[in-house]
C-alpha cells in the first residue's frame, strides 16, 4: 500500500471522528514528516521503536517546542491506533523536555509583562491580552468565537472547558476599545470572504450537521482567523479555520526576545503569570481556581480585577489585512450574515 493510501487513510480516520480540518493537517503534517524521516518507508511496515525514534530527534536534534512536541506525539498516536490499529499501550512514550529545568512553571514580574506587550503590536497585542488579562488557556484562546465576546456587558464566555459548566469571565476595560474596532475589522474581513464565495467555518461536533449557511453565520466566526482559507478537497468549499497555535507561540517567542526576557514566554507563562499576579494581590485561591477553570465557579463568587490594566501600558492598535483595501463590497454579502 502507497504512503499517498495511508494519509487517505488518515484524513478518513480523522474527519470520522468530526475533528476540524485544521486537526486534520496538523496530524497529517506530522504523519508525513514521520514517513520522511524513515526514507518514504510504509508505516505499516513499522513499529513503535521507529516512531519513539522519530520523536526523539524531534526532541533533540529539532529542539521543536512543547506544544509541537505534543502535536506529534498525539498525531503518531492517531496513527498507530486509529490508521494501523497498533494498541497504544505496547510502547511507553517518550517524556517532553522540560523548559523549565526547576520543575515550576516559569512566571513574568510585572515589568517583564509591560516590556513583552511593548514589542506586540495588532491582534497579536490582543491575542496575548486575553491570555494574561484573562488567564485563557491557548487552546481556549485561538478557539473563540464571535459569539463568545459580549462587549456590553464586557464579559468572556469560555464554552465547555475541561468542566460540564460554561465559564463566564470578565474582560479588562483597556481591552474592550480594543475589541471593538478589532471585531469590525474582523467583520470586513468576513464579508470579503463572503463577496468572493467563502465564509464558512468549521462547527463544533455537536453543530457539525448543520447546513453550509449556519457555517457562514458572522456569530459563528472565529475571532483569531488564520491568515489563510482551507481548501477541503473532498467538498471543495473552503472555509477559514482559527488561527494556529503555532503561530501564536512564535509571535510571543520574538516579542520575548526583543523585550530581552531571558526565558521562553508561551501561553502557558502569560496564564501562570495571570494566577501569580493574582495571588501576590490577595485573590482567594479557590477564586482564582474557578477563574482559571480548574473548578466550577459559583455565579455569587466575588468578581477578580485583572492584572492586565496595571502592567500593560495604554496602546494604539492598528489592524489590517496585509496590503488589501480595508473598504469591500457589501452588496452580495451582507444578507447572509446572521448577527
Known amino acids: 500500500m502507497h504512503n499517498m493510501n495511508i494519509l ?10 468530526h475533528h476540524s480540518l485544521r486537526t486534520e493537517d496538523i496530524i497529517c503534517f506530522w504523519v508525513r514528516r514521520f514517513i520522511v524521516f524513515h526514507s518514504g518507508r510504509n508505516p505499516q511496515h513499522l513499529d513503535h521503536s521507529h516512531r519513539d525514534r522519530f520523536l526523539q530527534y524531534l526532541q533533540q536534534k529539532e529542539q521543536i517546542s512543547p506544544e509541537q512536541y505534543a502535536q506529534a506525539r498525539q498525531a503518531m498516536t492517531f496513527l498507530f491506533s486509529q490508521v494501523l490499529g497498533t494498541p497504544a499501550a505496547t510502547a511507553a512514550e517518550p517524556r517532553a523536555q522540560n523548559l523549565f529545568p526547576s520543575g515550576h512553571p516559569a512566571v513574568l514580574s510585572p515589568r ?4 513583552l506587550f511593548d514589542q506586540l503590536q495588532g491582534s497579536d497585542w490582543l491575542l496575548a491580552g486575553l491570555l494574561y488579562g484573562c488567564g485563557l488557556r491557548l487552546t481556549e484562546c485561538v478557539n473563540l468565537r464571535i459569539k463568545d465576546v459580549d ?31 478589532y471585531m469590525a475589522h474582523r467583520r470586513n474581513q468576513h464579508l470579503h470572504d463572503l463577496n468572493y464565495g467563502g465564509g464558512l467555518v468549521p462547527l463544533p461536533v455537536d453543530h457539525a450537521h448543520q447546513r453550509l449557511t449556519i457555517q457562514r453565520h458572522w456569530h459563528w466566526q472565529f475571532l483569531f482567523p488564520a491568515p489563510e482559507e482551507t481548501l477541503d478537497a473532498k467538498s471543495g468549499h473552503r472555509y477559514r479555520d482559527h488561527i494556529s497555535e503555532q503561530a501564536v507561540e512564535r509571535s510571543l517567542d520574538q516579542a520575548a526576545r526583543q523585550a530581552g526576557i531571558p526565558i521562553p514566554v508561551t501561553g502557558q507563562v502569560l496564564r ?10 490577595g485573590y482567594d485561591l479557590a477564586l482564582i481556581q474557578a477563574e482559571l477553570g480548574h473548578r466550577v465557579k459559583d455565579d455569587a463568587a466575588d468578581k477578580v480585577a485583572s492584572p492586565f490594566s496595571g502592567a500593560v501600558n495604554a496602546k494604539t492598535l ?7 483595501p480595508d473598504q469591500i463590497q457589501e452588496t452580495r454579502a451582507v444578507y447572509r450574515i446572521a448577527s
Open 318 to 324: 492598528s489592524f489590517q489585512r496585509g496590503s488589501e
Open 272 to 281: 501562570h503569570s495571570f494566577a501569580s499576579h493574582l495571588v501576590a494581590a
Open 112 to 115: 517583564q509583562i509591560t516590556c
Open 8 to 17: 487517505d487513510q488518515v484524513r478518513d480516520a480523522v474527519r470520522a471522528q
Open 151 to 181: 462587549l456590553n456587558r464586557g464579559s468572556l464566555t469560555i464554552e465547555n472547558s475541561f468542566l460540564t459548566k460554561d465559564r463566564h469571565l470578565s474582560l479588562d476595560t483597556q481591552l474592550i476599545p480594543h475589541l471593538r474596532i
